[in-house]
């Protein structure tokens, strides 16, 4: 267990965007988010991005030693520009997520890790959930009801997270703690920026549509959106959540499409995903505030604000950092695994009861579950 009291936590998110590694601070106790320090980004090469988008989709047990060396390097470096941390969380690279079926898989051997920074590091933060009938995701829900805290909301609100995959979560800032029961409602809505990104790649060998330039171009093409919401994931209930490319039928549906109309369409369809993810809301939110890279995108944003019935804003319009805030999640979680505390529930991901399992390592490889 971690010393009792306000702790520094140090937080790194690598997503299935596969741009680079976020790192940013939290000061909290695991419940209270007290201040936000300080973050810093390590991009991935061309390089480094081609070899781990090689690596997506595959299982423990596959030739995965240059990903994996490419993971931990990355991380080690932005990582040890930190002092005085008491604990890490990391994430690690998620290579593939199935929940009802192999389980789910984040690349990255945190007990290395912790060797290398000379600082405890919590890990493997989706497995315990998952054994347990979790969805294993999203595990930023909990964090979000910390920040609705901070920013002082009193009324039920959603945070929109854009990132590689959508994912919603409805907030009840009058909740006691996170894991009460309707305090959280969270799922993922649906594809956001990742076959968008693997459309520049493939058409203009470009990493992403800078400021939804393409877009803005192009006019989305509605046979091909029916198409998209006819797949079962939409007729699911939540709790859910997606593997970065179970929609690979997105760059199918806009192949005979020219750029700009595909670009249009696939931004088109990441978000009526998130409106037809708003159905299931407990309560109609006062307002959605976005994170993650689509954020960035004003047609994506646009788009949004057209088809909701609340005000819709990036993160930072209350001051929160909405490139940041995935690695100041788990910069939270980590002190929360650390004190046995809970960091998903059966709002959150649909496991049976509230759960907060890891890998609590230390240096010199001691390792330890915690459940």
């Not at 936590?9 to 299935?16: E, H, I, R, W, Y």
């Not at 054994?131 to 002082?152: D, T």
Request: hydrophobic share 45%.
């Amino acid at each position: 267990m971690m010393r009792t009291g306000p702790v520094k936590a140090l937080g790194a998110m690598s997503g299935t965007s596969l741009d680079g590694v976020d790192a940013a601070v939290v000061v909290t106790d695991g419940v209270t988010i007290l201040e936000f320090g300080d973050s810093a980004y390590r991009p991935y090469s061309e390089a480094e991005q081609a070899v781990l988008r090689a690596a997506l989709g595959k299982w423990p047990g596959a030739d995965l030693a240059a990903a994996s060396e490419i993971v931990l390097g990355a991380h080690r470096e932005v990582l040890s520009r930190f002092e005085g941390i008491d604990v890490v969380g990391f994430h690690g690279q998620t290579l593939a997520h199935e929940p009802r079926g192999r389980g789910t898989h984040q690349l990255g051997d945190g007990a290395a890790l912790a060797d290398a920074l000379g600082v405890p590091v919590v890990w493997d933060f989706r497995s315990a959930d998952v054994a347990l009938g979790g969805e294993g995701a999203p595990l930023a829900p909990f964090f979000h009801w910390a920040c609705a805290k901070w920013i002082g909301a009193d009324k039920p609100l959603c945070f929109l997270n854009l990132g590689g995959v959508g994912n919603l979560t409805w907030v009840d800032p009058a909740a006691a703690k996170p894991e009460a029961p309707g305090a959280l409602l969270a799922f993922d809505t649906g594809p956001a920026n990742a076959p968008l990104n693997d459309l520049m790649t493939q058409r203009r060998g470009l990493a992403y549509d800078e400021g939804g330039a393409l877009a803005q171009q192009g006019r989305v093409e509605e046979g091909a959106l029916e198409l998209f919401l006819d797949e079962g994931f939409f007729r699911r209930m939540p709790p859910k959540s997606l593997d970065r490319d179970d929609f690979s039928v997105m760059l199918d549906l806009v192949r005979e499409l020219g750029d700009a109309d595909a670009a249009a369409t696939m931004t088109g369809m990441a978000a009526t995903a998130v409106m037809v993810g708003m159905e299931h809301c407990p309560s109609p939110p006062d307002r959605v505030l976005v994170t993650g890279g689509g954020r960035k995108n004003p047609v994506m944003m646009e788009m949004l604000r057209a088809g909701l019935d609340c005000p819709v804003a990036p993160v930072e319009d209350v001051g929160l950092d909405g490139d940041m805030l995935e690695a100041q999640a788990f910069a939270w979680l980590a002190v929360r695994v650390a004190r046995g505390l809970p960091t998903s529930a059966p709002g959150t991901t649909g496991v049976a009861t509230p759960v907060g399992g890891g890998q609590l390592s230390r240096p010199e490889r001691r390792s330890e579950s915690v459940a």
